[in-house]
């Protein structure tokens, strides 16, 4: 009798948490609808102390909308550099925030984007030192999507930016590199004719393949040292570099550079049965000292 009963206080006690958490958020969306502002911030005390953590952001969210209300906008600030800190794309949309919270969300997230771009790349940094190119490859495009559209007023966070992208082709190419290959697929049944191309295809010409300068002179007693590797572009139709990837890292403050210059290099596209196709070319680079 005592178990049961044990039993079933330990079961109701879990059912009014989720319950509470959801009426709570109810009551705050209708104080807010009714522009009680005030009241509405007691009922997000109210709310965050149900735990319900996947509701996080909803309190927080309409807290920064009731300070933005009443002028307080530097306790607004406070609660949306919580929110861009959590989730750094967030931006409220028109159809639900009017002009003044759009705005102080895109003051704060001026502020701290770069910070957090620059957090981030140190992270894929320490992940691409260590080798662990899958977490490296995560935060260095997590530097790309914070950048986006943000480096025209700030050279800093351009050159931030095109660091993170070579270290992304770096950190994709070392990792595809430690994946296991795919199966092989399957033969085509032998009642089915494998298609063969009547000619082999021709092989893409340079048109331009510029590799940056190499001044080694900050390296010290490694200046007088002889590196070399390569790098793989694909070639679409047009004669187009569509992707470069690292094959033999060269040296790591040549490779973002070398990736960079190999985006822009023009060709001739390869042809099979004279007409263009997307190719791959292998370019290998040897870095010399400067007599």
Not at 107 to 128: E, F, H, M, N, W
Not at 201 to 214: G, M, T
Not at 223 to 232: T, Y
Not at 264 to 276: D, S, V
Request: with cysteine; net charge negative.
């Amino acid at each position: 009798m005592w178990l049961w009963r044990l039993t079933l206080v330990a079961l109701l006690a879990g059912v009014p948490v989720a319950a509470a958490a959801q009426d709570a958020l109810d009551q705050v969306r209708q104080l807010y609808a009714s522009a009680d502002y005030e009241a509405t911030l007691l009922a997000l005390d109210r709310a965050e102390a149900v735990p319900a953590p996947e509701r996080t952001a909803e309190i927080d969210y309409y807290r920064a909308l009731c300070l933005i209300a009443l002028g307080r906008t530097a306790d607004a600030d406070v609660v949306i550099e919580r929110i861009v800190a959590a989730n750094p794309q967030y931006e409220p949309g028109e159809d639900e925030a009017g002009p003044r919270v759009r705005a102080a969300f895109a003051s704060v997230r001026r502020r701290l984007l770069p910070q957090i771009a620059r957090d981030q790349y140190t992270a894929g940094k320490a992940a691409y030192d260590r080798k662990d190119f899958g977490k490296a490859e995560e935060d260095f495009r997590n530097v790309m999507d914070v950048t986006e559209g943000r480096t025209s007023e700030d050279a800093d966070l351009a050159d931030l930016r095109t660091l993170a992208g070579g270290f992304l082709d770096l950190s994709r190419a070392a990792r595809i590199k430690l994946d296991p290959p795919p199966a092989p697929e399957p033969p085509p049944p032998a009642s089915q004719p494998v298609p063969v191309a009547t000619e082999p295809p021709s092989d893409s010409v340079v048109i331009q393949q510029a590799l940056p300068p190499w001044n080694p002179t900050w390296l010290g007693s490694q200046s007088r040292l002889e590196f070399q590797g390569s790098v793989e572009v694909t070639i679409d139709e047009n004669g187009d570099v569509t992707s470069v990837r690292i094959l033999a890292p060269i040296h790591p403050a040549y490779d973002p550079q070398l990736v960079a210059a190999a985006r822009a290099w023009k060709y001739q596209p390869a042809r099979r049965n004279g007409k263009p196709i997307v190719s791959t070319r292998r370019v290998d680079v040897v870095l010399r000292p400067n007599e």
